[in-house]
Structure formats: C-alpha cells, structure tokens
Nanobody, 124 residues
Framework: QVQLMESGGGSVQPGGSLILSCRAS????????MAWFRQAPGKEREGVAC????????YYKDSVKGRFIIDRDSARNILSLQLTNLRPEDTAVYYC?????????????????WGQGLQVTVSS
C-alpha cells in the first residue's frame, strides 16, 4: 500500500520561507517520479516541481524557478520542497504526488498517488 505523508506548511509574510516534506512508503523515490502540486482557491491544481528517477534533473514551473527547490532524501525516502521568497500568489494547498511506474519522467501529469495536502498562506 502506497502512502504519502506530508508535513510542514503554515503562514508566512511575503519574502518568507517554508519547507514541505513528504514521507513515502510503498514506493521508492530513487525510482518513482515524485512531484509537488498546488491548488489555489478558485483555481485548478497545477504542478510546481517534479523530480524523476535518481539522476534526473528537477523540473519547475516557470513562476517558481529560482525560488523553490525540490529534493529527495533517499535514505529516509522523503521528498522535500523548499519555498523561499514567497509571494501572496503562492498561497495554496500543496500536495505531494507520485507515479506508480518506475523510471518515469517530468512533468508528472497524472499522478497515481496523492498526499493529504498542506496549507501554505503568504500574507502580510
């Protein structure tokens, strides 16, 4: 059984930083494509960052390039997303997602597994 357990999130002022974490079980981050999505109020869910197999180059949505960093801890099977220089438009529920297939690619368009979601609020 695959589970994605998220932690982190919260409220920060513009320019602030947060770290989101996603502990995976039932799959391994070195082989399965993993991604972070977000959904803002009244908007569709969108992919923001993706990390394919162990040696792949991370993929980022243009609006978060240079501000967000996706990374994996292979030993603990944890996917992280560092959010820096946050803007009000980054406010959303953030989801960890994974592909069932191994050795896939980014961007991840149709994840098979989802985390429960984390609220990130950027406001002064």
């Amino acid at each position: 059984q695959v589970q994605l357990m998220e932690s982190g999130g919260g409220s920060v002022q513009p320019g602030g930083s947060l770290i989101l974490s996603c502990r995976a079980s039932g799959i391994h981050l070195d082989y399965n494509t993993m991604a972070w999505f977000r959904q803002a109020p009244g908007k569709e869910r969108e992919g923001v960052a993706c990390l394919a197999s162990r040696y792949a180059t991370p993929y980022y949505k243009d609006s978060v390039k240079g501000r967000f960093i996706i990374d994996r801890d292979s030993a603990r099977n944890i996917l992280s997303l560092q959010l820096t220089n946050l803007r009000p438009e980054d406010t959303a529920v953030y989801y960890c997602a994974a592909d069932r297939a191994e050795w896939g690619d980014c961007p991840l368009t149709s994840p098979d597994y989802w985390g429960q979601g984390l609220q990130v609020t950027v406001s002064s």
